[in-house]
Structures are given as C-alpha cells and as structure tokens.
C-alpha cells in the first residue's frame, strides 16, 4: 500500500527517503510491506500520513484467504469494543465485513455518547463515506495542506445528522465525535480495505473460537445490536 502513496504523491523512492531520513533500501523495504511497526514515525515523515501498523505480505494473504469467499453476500468477521482516550465508559463499537478480493471495506460502527473515534484527527491513505443510521455525528478535522491546490487550512467541523452523508478525502485528518446524549449508529465505507484492520479482527475471532476473550473483547453485549442494524429494512 505504501507505494500507491508514494504514486499518489509523485514520489521517488529517493524523496520519500530523504523525507524520512533513511536509505532508498530501507524504503524499498517499506513497500514490500516486510517492515517492523517500530518504523511508523519514519514512514509517517516519508509518505505524509498516520501509519499504524505494517504487517507482511503474507499476513495480508492469510487474512483474505480466511475472509468470505461468498461472491454475493458478506460475512460478518467480528465485533469487539475498545476504550477511546484511555476512558471505559467511552467506547466504540466496530462490526466489519470481509468480501475476498474486496476493493471496499464497510464498517458498522457505534459510537457511545461522548465518544471520538480516535484521540486527535488523524490522516490515512484514501477516500471513505460515512452515512449516519441514526444520530448526530461531528466529524472534526485538522490543519491540512492540499496536495492539489498547494493551500493549507482548517475544515470547518460538520455535523450531520440521521440519513445525512459526508465523502471524504482520508488523508485531511479527522476524527468522529458523538456530541450528544444519545448513540450514534454509521455505516463506513472505506477504500481502500484496511487490511491491518483485518488481521486484528481475525486474531479477535480466534480467541472467542478457542473459548478466551483478548482485553477489551466485549462482543456478546454488543453482537445483538449489531445485528439488529445490518438487518434493519430500507
């Protein structure tokens, strides 16, 4: 994925490595997808955006081939909860679906009143649609420049409401915020799949497969709910 970024940026391997402050090698290694998550403050200088965690190739494979193969509909791969900004009764709950070879990755996801989705607005590579179920969201964002028009600026925060969706570029850093007293209910629609995402979720499904439950895995409290809103009628 680091070398669509480099693409997208009119990069050379070269630039990307003296943005980083390592060799063309060590570059070349990155877009392998073989590094170690101890280099994502490097690769974060080089390529302009929040990189979290870098898996090898052949993770990425395993976790796709354990995906859905089903050619019609998706599979429900896991649901788990995790505190937001170091505080339990802040959390956010994610239901991911995985379609093998998918170029799109829909998330449902459930923010508690209070609730961010990370701790500050945070850049990634591409584009995702955020159509909220019920609720308000304010999607927040922060100082950002352009990479088609050169300028640098602030986005005004927007706040949408039920049925309301907002399209976004991923690499302007932004965040979700539930303002309100009430959950909030989003479909996300992210391109391209977060593969890392994924692996994650995969390892969350082995332990509750294997009878054990990873800190924070919470997903019979919420598999209900979850549910309940993939199946909720148009």
């Not at 390592?22 to 974060?44: A, C, F």
């Not at 937001?84 to 459930?110: F, N, Q, Y």
Request: hydrophobic share 30%; aromatic share 4%.
């Amino acid at each position: 994925m680091l070398h669509v970024r480099r693409k997208q940026l009119g990069l050379s391997e070269s630039e990307v490595a003296t943005r980083a402050g390592v060799d063309k090698t060590t570059v070349g290694r990155w877009e392998k997808e073989v590094s170690l998550d101890e280099h994502h403050e490097s690769i974060q200088k080089g390529y302009g955006y929040f990189h979290t965690r870098v898996v090898s190739r052949e993770a990425v494979e395993k976790s796709y081939d354990n995906c859905a193969h089903d050619a019609v509909s998706v599979k429900l791969l896991g649901e788990f909860r995790r505190p937001v900004s170091g505080k339990d009764e802040m959390r956010i709950t994610v239901a991911e679906w995985g379609l093998h070879g998918a170029r799109m990755e829909p998330m449902l996801i459930t923010l508690e009143p209070g609730a961010l989705s990370v701790d500050g607005p945070t850049p990634h590579l591409g584009e995702e649609i955020l159509y909220v179920l019920d609720g308000k969201i304010t999607v927040e964002f922060a100082m950002h420049t352009d990479r088609i028009t050169g300028r640098t600026g602030k986005p005004r925060p927007k706040i949408v409401g039920t049925g309301g969706l907002v399209h976004l570029r991923s690499e302007v850093p932004h965040r979700l915020v539930n303002a309100t007293k009430s959950s909030v209910r989003l479909l996300i629609i992210k391109h391209p799949p977060d593969r890392y995402s994924r692996c994650t979720l995969e390892e969350a499904a082995n332990r509750r497969k294997a009878g054990g439950r990873g800190p924070g895995d919470d997903s019979s409290a919420t598999s209900g709910a979850v549910v309940r809103s993939r199946d909720r009628p148009n």
